[in-house]
Protein backbone atom coordinates (compact mmCIF):
# COMPACT_ATOMS: atom_id res chain seq x y z
CA UNK A 1 0.00 0.00 0.00
CA UNK A 2 1.21 3.79 -1.15
CA UNK A 3 1.30 6.31 1.31
CA UNK A 4 -1.02 8.42 -1.25
CA UNK A 5 -3.67 5.74 -1.77
CA UNK A 6 -6.19 6.14 1.02
CA UNK A 7 -8.07 3.15 3.01
CA UNK A 8 -11.12 3.39 3.31
CA UNK A 9 -13.16 2.67 6.53
CA UNK A 10 -15.41 -0.05 5.80
CA UNK A 11 -15.45 -4.00 5.31
CA UNK A 12 -12.83 -4.26 3.10
CA UNK A 13 -9.96 -2.96 5.74
CA UNK A 14 -11.65 -4.77 8.49
CA UNK A 15 -11.26 -7.64 6.75
CA UNK A 16 -7.69 -7.29 6.26
CA UNK A 17 -6.44 -6.14 9.60
CA UNK A 18 -8.16 -8.87 11.21
CA UNK A 19 -6.86 -11.49 8.62
CA UNK A 20 -3.42 -10.40 9.01
CA UNK A 21 -3.42 -10.27 12.97
CA UNK A 22 -4.96 -13.74 13.12
CA UNK A 23 -1.97 -14.68 11.40
CA UNK A 24 0.19 -12.96 13.60
CA UNK A 25 1.73 -14.55 17.21
CA UNK A 26 2.13 -11.60 19.39
CA UNK A 27 4.76 -11.52 22.11
CA UNK A 28 4.14 -11.32 25.48
CA UNK A 29 6.58 -9.90 27.89
CA UNK A 30 8.85 -11.94 29.64
CA UNK A 31 11.33 -9.68 31.62
CA UNK A 32 11.22 -8.63 35.22
CA UNK A 33 7.13 -8.29 36.56
CA UNK A 34 5.65 -4.75 35.73
CA UNK A 35 2.34 -2.99 36.34
CA UNK A 36 -0.13 -4.73 33.40
CA UNK A 37 -1.44 -1.49 31.10
CA UNK A 38 -3.70 -1.93 27.95
CA UNK A 39 -4.40 0.42 25.06
CA UNK A 40 -6.80 0.49 22.00
CA UNK A 41 -5.44 0.93 19.03
CA UNK A 42 -9.04 2.21 17.29
CA UNK A 43 -9.92 2.29 13.64
CA UNK A 44 -12.26 4.69 12.95
CA UNK A 45 -13.29 6.92 10.01
CA UNK A 46 -11.88 10.76 9.94
CA UNK A 47 -15.06 12.07 9.42
CA UNK A 48 -16.77 15.82 9.20
CA UNK A 49 -17.43 15.58 12.98
CA UNK A 50 -13.66 15.05 13.89
CA UNK A 51 -12.35 16.72 16.98
CA UNK A 52 -9.15 17.44 14.88
CA UNK A 53 -6.94 16.42 12.43
CA UNK A 54 -3.28 16.50 12.01
CA UNK A 55 -2.47 15.69 8.25
CA UNK A 56 0.38 15.81 5.48
CA UNK A 57 -2.40 16.27 3.27
CA UNK A 58 -6.11 16.87 2.45
CA UNK A 59 -7.79 13.61 3.71
CA UNK A 60 -11.59 12.54 2.66
CA UNK A 61 -14.29 11.53 5.30
CA UNK A 62 -14.69 8.23 5.26
CA UNK A 63 -10.78 7.59 4.75
CA UNK A 64 -9.52 5.08 7.93
CA UNK A 65 -8.03 6.85 10.32
CA UNK A 66 -6.63 6.06 14.60
CA UNK A 67 -7.76 7.48 17.63
CA UNK A 68 -5.11 9.31 19.58
CA UNK A 69 -4.92 11.75 22.22
CA UNK A 70 -3.29 14.48 23.79
CA UNK A 71 -2.61 14.21 27.35
CA UNK A 72 -4.17 16.84 29.85
CA UNK A 73 -1.64 19.26 30.73
CA UNK A 74 -2.67 18.79 34.66
CA UNK A 75 -1.77 15.25 34.94
CA UNK A 76 1.00 14.35 36.86
CA UNK A 77 3.17 12.14 34.62
CA UNK A 78 3.23 12.65 31.07
CA UNK A 79 1.21 15.59 30.89
CA UNK A 80 1.17 16.72 27.60
CA UNK A 81 2.82 13.82 25.36
CA UNK A 82 0.72 11.52 22.07
CA UNK A 83 -0.70 8.72 23.82
CA UNK A 84 -3.16 6.00 23.07
CA UNK A 85 -6.76 5.81 25.19
CA UNK A 86 -5.36 2.88 27.52
CA UNK A 87 -4.44 2.71 31.45
CA UNK A 88 -3.66 -0.03 33.92
CA UNK A 89 -5.20 -2.81 34.18
CA UNK A 90 -8.14 -2.77 37.12
CA UNK A 91 -8.39 -6.47 39.39
CA UNK A 92 -9.43 -9.09 37.63
CA UNK A 93 -9.63 -7.41 34.34
CA UNK A 94 -8.21 -8.66 30.83
CA UNK A 95 -6.19 -6.39 28.69
CA UNK A 96 -9.31 -6.52 26.67
CA UNK A 97 -11.75 -5.13 28.84
CA UNK A 98 -9.68 -2.74 30.07
CA UNK A 99 -8.85 -1.49 26.85
CA UNK A 100 -12.44 -0.72 26.41
CA UNK A 101 -12.81 0.50 29.89
CA UNK A 102 -10.10 2.96 29.19
CA UNK A 103 -11.82 3.98 25.34
CA UNK A 104 -14.96 4.68 27.07
CA UNK A 105 -13.76 7.05 29.87
CA UNK A 106 -11.30 9.05 28.21
CA UNK A 107 -13.09 9.80 24.58
CA UNK A 108 -16.40 8.26 25.22
CA UNK A 109 -16.57 6.08 23.30
CA UNK A 110 -18.47 2.76 24.19
CA UNK A 111 -17.93 -0.60 22.20
CA UNK A 112 -18.43 -4.02 22.83
CA UNK A 113 -16.32 -7.07 23.03
CA UNK A 114 -17.05 -8.19 19.38
CA UNK A 115 -15.43 -5.12 17.90
CA UNK A 116 -11.94 -6.41 19.33
CA UNK A 117 -9.96 -7.81 16.05
CA UNK A 118 -6.83 -8.59 17.62
CA UNK A 119 -3.46 -7.84 19.69
CA UNK A 120 -0.08 -6.92 19.25
CA UNK A 121 2.89 -7.48 20.89
CA UNK A 122 3.15 -6.34 24.74
CA UNK A 123 5.49 -3.11 24.85
CA UNK A 124 7.63 -2.66 28.34
CA UNK A 125 8.15 0.85 29.54
CA UNK A 126 10.70 3.00 31.18
CA UNK A 127 8.43 4.15 33.38
CA UNK A 128 7.86 0.52 34.77
CA UNK A 129 4.94 -0.96 33.05
CA UNK A 130 4.08 -3.50 30.20
CA UNK A 131 1.23 -2.68 27.55
CA UNK A 132 -0.79 -4.92 26.03
CA UNK A 133 -2.10 -3.00 22.37
CA UNK A 134 -5.66 -4.07 22.07
CA UNK A 135 -7.24 -3.50 18.19
CA UNK A 136 -10.73 -2.62 17.92
CA UNK A 137 -13.00 -1.89 15.05
CA UNK A 138 -14.55 1.28 15.90
CA UNK A 139 -16.34 2.39 12.63
CA UNK A 140 -17.31 4.88 10.33
CA UNK A 141 -20.19 6.54 12.47
CA UNK A 142 -18.76 7.49 15.93
CA UNK A 143 -18.77 10.62 18.23
CA UNK A 144 -15.75 11.03 20.34
CA UNK A 145 -16.03 13.24 23.66
CA UNK A 146 -12.70 14.30 25.33
CA UNK A 147 -12.26 13.34 29.02
CA UNK A 148 -11.07 16.77 30.57
CA UNK A 149 -9.33 15.11 33.66
CA UNK A 150 -7.61 13.47 31.20
CA UNK A 151 -7.18 14.44 27.57
CA UNK A 152 -6.55 17.75 26.09
CA UNK A 153 -7.47 16.83 22.86
CA UNK A 154 -9.03 14.38 20.20
CA UNK A 155 -7.21 13.62 16.93
CA UNK A 156 -8.08 11.40 14.38
CA UNK A 157 -5.29 10.85 12.29
CA UNK A 158 -5.58 9.18 9.05
CA UNK A 159 -3.83 5.76 8.80
CA UNK A 160 -2.20 6.94 5.59
CA UNK A 161 -0.28 9.55 8.01
CA UNK A 162 1.56 6.36 9.45
CA UNK A 163 2.71 5.15 5.55
CA UNK A 164 4.62 7.72 4.66
CA UNK A 165 7.86 6.66 3.48
CA UNK A 166 9.81 8.86 6.22
CA UNK A 167 8.75 6.42 9.05
CA UNK A 168 9.70 5.49 11.62
CA UNK A 169 12.41 7.85 12.31
CA UNK A 170 15.38 6.33 14.30
CA UNK A 171 17.41 8.02 17.02
CA UNK A 172 20.70 7.00 18.60
CA UNK A 173 20.66 6.83 21.99
CA UNK A 174 23.90 6.93 24.26
CA UNK A 175 22.32 5.32 26.54
CA UNK A 176 21.36 2.08 24.44
CA UNK A 177 22.70 -0.22 22.18
CA UNK A 178 18.72 0.26 20.49
CA UNK A 179 17.54 3.16 18.79
CA UNK A 180 14.49 5.64 20.13
CA UNK A 181 11.59 5.00 17.52
CA UNK A 182 9.63 7.96 16.70
CA UNK A 183 6.84 8.15 14.15
CA UNK A 184 6.40 11.48 11.96
CA UNK A 185 2.93 12.66 11.87
CA UNK A 186 2.10 16.17 9.84
CA UNK A 187 5.05 18.65 11.04
CA UNK A 188 5.29 16.94 14.28
CA UNK A 189 6.88 13.78 15.73
CA UNK A 190 5.55 11.04 18.08
CA UNK A 191 7.86 9.38 20.75
CA UNK A 192 7.56 6.00 21.99
CA UNK A 193 6.49 3.77 23.14
CA UNK A 194 3.28 5.05 21.85
CA UNK A 195 5.21 5.75 18.32
CA UNK A 196 6.55 1.88 18.72
CA UNK A 197 2.91 0.07 18.98
CA UNK A 198 2.17 2.50 15.94
CA UNK A 199 5.01 1.45 14.10
CA UNK A 200 4.04 -2.24 14.78
CA UNK A 201 0.38 -1.62 13.96
CA UNK A 202 1.12 -0.13 10.43
CA UNK A 203 3.28 -3.15 10.03
CA UNK A 204 1.24 -6.21 11.12
CA UNK A 205 -1.69 -5.17 10.45
CA UNK A 206 -1.69 -2.88 7.74
CA UNK A 207 1.38 -4.25 5.57
CA UNK A 208 1.36 -8.11 7.13
CA UNK A 209 5.08 -7.93 7.97
CA UNK A 210 6.20 -9.84 11.08
CA UNK A 211 7.74 -6.66 12.28
CA UNK A 212 8.67 -6.63 16.22
CA UNK A 213 8.86 -3.56 18.11
CA UNK A 214 9.97 -3.94 22.04
CA UNK A 215 13.96 -3.26 21.24
CA UNK A 216 13.14 -0.12 20.37
CA UNK A 217 14.17 2.70 22.89
CA UNK A 218 11.99 5.18 24.64
CA UNK A 219 13.43 9.19 25.31
CA UNK A 220 14.40 9.98 27.99
CA UNK A 221 11.28 12.14 29.05
CA UNK A 222 9.20 9.28 28.63
CA UNK A 223 11.04 6.92 31.32
CA UNK A 224 9.38 8.70 33.90
Not at 49 to 76: F, G, M, W
Request: aromatic share 6%.
Amino acid sequence: MEQNTPLRCGDWLRHHIQHNLQAFDPLGHKGPELRQAAVAITIVSVGTSRVDNISSYPVRDQEAALILTRRSTRLKHHAGQWAIPGGRLEEGETPEETALRELAEEVGLQLSRDRIIGRLDDFATRSGFVMTPIVVWGGSEVNLTPNPHEVRSIHRIPIREFLRPDAPLLEENPHSQHPILYMPVGYTRIASPTAAILYQFREVAILGRLTRVAHFEQPPFAWR
